[in-house]
């Protein structure tokens, strides 16, 4: 259901598009495939994923002998999703430990939702019945803290700051002993998101990994980056970034409820060969979704 309605704005474009072309074709042809290409590509699927995708819809074709595109409907869904796994079942889950502090590290671009992420993934797993705490690595960025702050309130989580324009190695350092000292089950931190200065924010992002990396073998379990989906293709020349300067494990993509090009989920899997973890679906607490490709294209073609 959070999947329906979060997705509307791609179901009204791209599903309404595709499912107004199998109602106009009588038979599946040249055109009717140059026509699906044209809206894959425009719902921001990504050239390459589909030209593969419209490859094995072709070889389905033949070996199902399709002629109707009624027919060839639900084999589009079946290839979504399987162009998704590519063909290793990936999981969304996140690693972490039962029953020792387990570290997740945000990264990603200033706006894309990095702050708002954070406090409902703390959210999520206080619910869970996990003590969770903040770190509010973001020592740049004016309002950075101050909003992780407003975050922690919302959902009573602690977070551990320092003042603005301190070190976020040394916030780290911080964050770390607290969370050993009071049990802590997930410490997720924030970092800054400055890209001006890529070189500058790469080193930092090292050295806070470092520190963390020190302090908790083992640790970061998690390393998050959080794209944007209404930038499109942009987002994957963010991510292409990152991936250069930490060993980023994951993608959350944020803001999907926003864009009306929903494909941007096939491209970031097959273009960085990362699995989307979460999804977000709107601004509010409940809005994060693990990404599951059955239920996402369920949720478009349903
Ligand atoms: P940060 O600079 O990366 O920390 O970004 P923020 O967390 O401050 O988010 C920037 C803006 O995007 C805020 O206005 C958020 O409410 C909004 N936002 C974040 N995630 C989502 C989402 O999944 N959907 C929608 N519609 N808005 C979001």
Sequence with gaps: EKFKTGL????????????????RYRKVDEDFFEELEEILIQADVGFETVMDLVEELKLEVKKRNIKDPEQLQPVISEKLIEIYDGGENLSSDLAIREYELSVILFVGVNGVGKTTTI???AHKFKQEGKKVMLAAGDTFRAGAIEQLEVWGQRVGVDVIKQEEGSDPAAVMY???????????????????????????LMKELEKVKRVIEREVP??????????DATTGQNALIQAKTFKEAVDVSGIVLSKLDGTAKGGIVLAIRNELDLPVKFVGLGENVDDLQKFDPEKYVYGLFS
């Design 218 to 227: 083992g640790a970061p379990d998690e390393v998050l980056l959080v794209l």
């Design 8 to 23: 509307s704005k791609t179901r009204d474009q791209f599903t309404g598009k595709v499912n107004d072309l199998v109602a």
């Design 119 to 121: 406090g409902k993934l």
């Design 174 to 200: 911080d964050a770390l002993q607290a969370a050993k000292s009071r049990k802590i089950d997930i410490l997720l931190c924030d970092t800054a998101g400055r890209l001006q200065n890529k070189v500058n």
